[in-house]
């Protein structure tokens, strides 16, 4: 039987510090969706997302309700757009954004990954129809994520894209000027990207993966930093003890809502992500916890060690308490969604090129990142290039997700609200990579892919 | 099936006795019962069987929870599962 500590312990996890299952994400196989006709394929779209996910949004609330966990969001991932769009006759993708968003819409989660390409060693035709469609896709569709894979370990690096990306940001900035650059906030530029990731903006349905399955992100960044202020002053190896052991039971908790959303919804199983998610709520913050081992500041001198102390126990907690694990699994560290990353990264403490250093150690990269909005398009694909060499080299996933704001200089603060939080605008480095840039071609897979 | 109740509030008279009548009254079963009083402070934690209670798990939150808020104590009803996960390896 339990006992009273245990019972009040995790109601206190809940109630006191932001315990809450972060998302359960379904994926859903558009491939059967490929037809040469753009108004046939937007409507098998359509329809075949609003019914696999018709009770996702119910099913999850229900759970919610019985184990008296929050699940925040309920979220669709689907086959990267330029694989399903490929074979409809038309030149721009837009209309398989807006499909993907009223279908969406009507099932009731917030938000839909997968208007995507990859496109780590080359371009077809679909995947430049759909980059040249993303800033006017993401622009006038309001739930649509989108992303592209530019680099992998073993493609390397697509220099031609990664030009091409920095561009559609900016542009996509530009088109949505009017709310600080927000579209921006709703594309990742990956490097080994996951075909299992469950978290926004990021998710799409890789085409290894079943014709629908049930993928389910935990969160708890408050749990541990709690669980770390009963060990202060103790040696690492407690710290490290104690993030494990925290980080096993809000995965436990996850796995149990995976499996009974597969059950409920008849959908397999597919992963737990064991990624520490923060929200810009006071006490869910991923900067705190680092703080919370004895830096004055996160981005300090010792931040890149504290995080990946943290990174590795949380992955070696989790991964025990789930069959299945998956997706990105590490913590992330969004700035504008972390209020301590955001009050670290306000105070000049915290720089892109100490968030640079920390994306080494974590997944995933630069993420929510707010840059002036003069900053150039050359100076953007440079910032990916760095981003993707280091997800390159250590064969790990990397992303940039940052947000050029128009009209914001360095000191603004750029506000997109709900879970997205705020994003102090961040100095980037005024000298210019252009001729790096334009160089294009691609940059050789590492010794590190030859495996075989 | 069964759920943990928990009973969180300040200390008065006869909350354990509310508690436990308005569970009767759903006929839901009592199998276990802990409660302490620390500094006025009301904790009780229940493990009950609701396999023989009319209403789902998801209307009994709503009426403990609202049966809490007249009387103001927080009075959840959770299924244990979620307790086991966390707990029990």
Same mark, same amino acid.
């Given at each position: ?39 046939? %394929? ?61 279908? %969406? ?12 390409? *990859? ?70 530029? =990956? ?44 040696? =690492? ?10 980080? =096993? ?56 060690? %504290? *995080? ?45 090129? /100490? ?40 064969? /790990? ?38 001729? =790096? ?16 | ?89």
């Amino acid at each position: 039987m339990l006992n009273q500590h245990e019972i009040m312990q995790t109601i206190q996890m809940i109630d006191q510090q932001h315990l809450d299952v972060r998302t359960i994400t379904m994926g859903i196989s558009l491939l059967s969706c490929a037809h040469s006709d753009l108004s046939t %394929a937007c409507a098998k779209i359509y329809d075949k997302i609003a019914k696999y996910a018709e009770n996702l949004v119910s099913t999850g609330e229900a759970i919610e309700k019985e184990f008296g966990i929050p699940i925040v969001n309920k979220r669709i991932s689907v086959t990267p757009i330029a694989l399903v769009a490929a074979a409809a006759e038309t030149d721009s993708y837009v209309p398989f954004a807006q499909a993907m968003d009223r279908a %969406a819409k009507a099932t009731g989660v917030n938000f839909i990954g997968g208007f995507s390409a *990859l496109v780590q060693k080359g371009m077809t035709e679909a995947d430049r129809i759909l980059i040249r469609s993303i800033p006017e896709a993401l622009s006038t569709t309001d739930i649509v994520c989108g992303s592209v894979n530019v680099g992998s370990t073993k493609a390397g690096i697509d220099m031609d894209a990664v030009a091409l990306m920095g561009r559609t940001i900016k542009d996509l900035a530009g088109k949505t000027a009017d709310q600080g650059g927000f579209g921006c906030a709703k594309l990742v530029i =990956f490097c080994n990207a996951v075909e299992d990731n469950p978290f926004m903006a990021g998710a799409f349905h890789g085409v290894g993966e079943p014709e629908r399955v049930i993928n389910v992100g935990v969160s708890g960044p408050g749990v541990v930093y709690h669980a770390l202020q009963d060990v202060k002053g103790q040696p =690492f190896d407690v710290v490290a003890e104690t993030v494990k052991k925290t980080a =096993f039971r809000i995965t436990r908790m996850g796995q149990l809502v995976a499996q009974e959303a597969s059950r409920r919804l008849d959908t397999p199983f597919g992963i737990v992500d064991l990624s520490l998610a923060p929200t810009p709520a006071v006490g869910d913050s991923v900067a705190r916890i680092l703080e919370e081992m004895g830096l004055e500041v996160c981005g300090t001198h010792g931040t890149t060690a %504290a *995080l990946a102390l943290l990174n590795d126990a949380v992955k070696k907690g989790g991964v025990m308490a789930s069959s299945h694990v998956g997706g990105l699994s590490g913590a992330f560290i969004p700035v504008s969604e972390d209020e301590g990353m955001i009050a670290a990264a306000s105070s000049g403490a915290l720089t892109l090129d /100490k968030l640079e250093a920390m994306t080494c150690v974590c997944s995933v990269g630069l993420d929510m990142i707010a840059v002036p909005g003069d900053t150039p398009a050359e100076t953007i694909s440079a910032i990916i290039a760095d981003e993707a060499a280091i997800g390159m080299v250590n064969a /790990k996933t990397t992303a940039v997700r940052i947000i050029p704001a128009p009209g914001c200089t360095v000191g603004d603060t750029v506000e997109f609200g709900g879970l997205l939080g705020s994003a102090p605008v961040q100095p980037v480095h005024p000298y210019s990579a252009k001729e =790096f840039v334009s160089r294009g071609g691609r940059i050789p897979a590492p010794m590190q892919s030859l495996k075989n | 099936m069964k759920a943990i109740v928990t009973v969180i509030g300040k200390d008065r008279v006869g909350i354990t006795a509310a508690v436990c009548s308005l569970l009767a009254q759903y006929n839901i079963n009592i199998l276990d019962i802990t409660q302490t009083v620390l500094q006025e402070f009301f904790t009780m934690v229940m493990l009950v069987d609701t396999s023989t209670c009319e209403k789902s798990i998801g209307d009994m939150v709503d009426i403990l929870e609202q049966a809490g808020a007249e009387q103001k104590l927080s009075i959840r009803i959770q299924r244990e599962d979620i307790f086991n996960a966390m707990h029990r390896i």
